[in-house]
């Protein structure tokens, strides 16, 4: 290979997809992966060999079946450790989720919160990064403050070290939006929280299925992902925290498993993260999170990225082209992932999805969660294509034969209706 040869050229997308059972009929084109991506073989294998060989609860048990599952349960934790290159295991709470993970540490490290303390957020956030807050400030007085959204969808950092300074306490923001793709500068926002003695909270539930991690060098206080977005099974996610942060932080849910010392009057708390995992965990989702991690290491991400990025551009350039059709977000590639919202004159969202479904598409349409950031952009939802790297260019080839179709059907109808074509979007 000629050594200015494009990684591209190395990557083997249809060599992933034959791992992945969902993805075994032709017909599918699967573009709905910001939601839930599929999951390979391995974390199949993992999650039968714990349900098989080890199935047992987690706490104490001295027989053999428990052992395996305590040692498969730290080991899945040590797995997630691995992929975000954290300090300590210790450092890793599993919850049922992206949203649980931040609902945890709203409620927990609010705690920590006085009335009149800022949290700072965007006006892009999920829900998930957005309605745990406003509990809290409901709950503790803590006011809200919001980073607008530029015009080509990215939260619009220009005020966030004056924000910042205005008695901030958190700033918790998308690494990268579940509507628009853009990618958060989130070294720039460490900068302005450290400046100021604020926390930062990164919500990851979108880059995480991207690339593996590095909380070391990212220089955040807590990180928050989904493991099946990160092709690992549903009912699991994480909360990563700095291990003093934890620490000072109180339980959020209570009961079995968390304690240390209990009687009729009280009860004392294990150190995190169990103090953190009140009751039995989901374990298989543990494990298979754990394998869906490590099946990531295995991957070419830079090759992965590159790949990305060609079939991104290759879907906004055809996108570009059809009449009628407004991308929510950067109409580039730079500083974003391939997550990419479309609205089509004259269709709902919802009738956009079905007309492709019909043609084997997988796409998502409504609001994402993101009420907020529609009404700032004015448009009332979207349909969004989010690629994996089992994506191909067959996928977004049909997706946008698709497309056409459903455009041209439409601009014919304007036409009977003696309506003008609407403007290039
Ligand atoms: N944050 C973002 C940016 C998301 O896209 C999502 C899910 O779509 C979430 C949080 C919530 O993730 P989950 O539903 O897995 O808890």
Sequence with gaps: MPPDTPATTRFDALAVKRQFPGLADERLHYLDNAATAQMPEAVFDAMRRFETDARANVHGGSHRCARRAMDAYAEARSRVARFLNAASSNEVVFTYGATAAINLAAYSFGQSLQPGDIVLLSVLEHHSNLVPWQKLAERRGVVLRFLPMTEDGRIDLDRVEEEAAMGCRLIALTHCSNVTGAVTDVARVVRAARANGARVLIDGAQLAPHTPLDMRALGVDFYAFSGHKTFGPTGIGVLWGRRELLDSMPPFLTGGQMIQ??????????????????????????????????????????????????LTRRLLAGLAQLSGVRVIGPTDTASRRGVVSFHVEGCTPDEVCRALDMRGLALRGGYHCAQPLFAAAGVDGAARASLAPYNTEADIDVLLDALGRLVGRNDAARMAAGHAFPAQG
């Design 261 to 310: 010392k209990v009687t009729l009057e009280g009860a004392t708390f294990r150190d995190p993260p169990f103090r953190f995992e009140a009751g039995t965990p989901p374990i298989a989702q543990a494990i298979g999170l754990g394998a869906a991690l490590d099946w990531m290491l295995t991957l070419d991400w830079k090759a992965i990225r590159e790949y990305e990025l060609r």
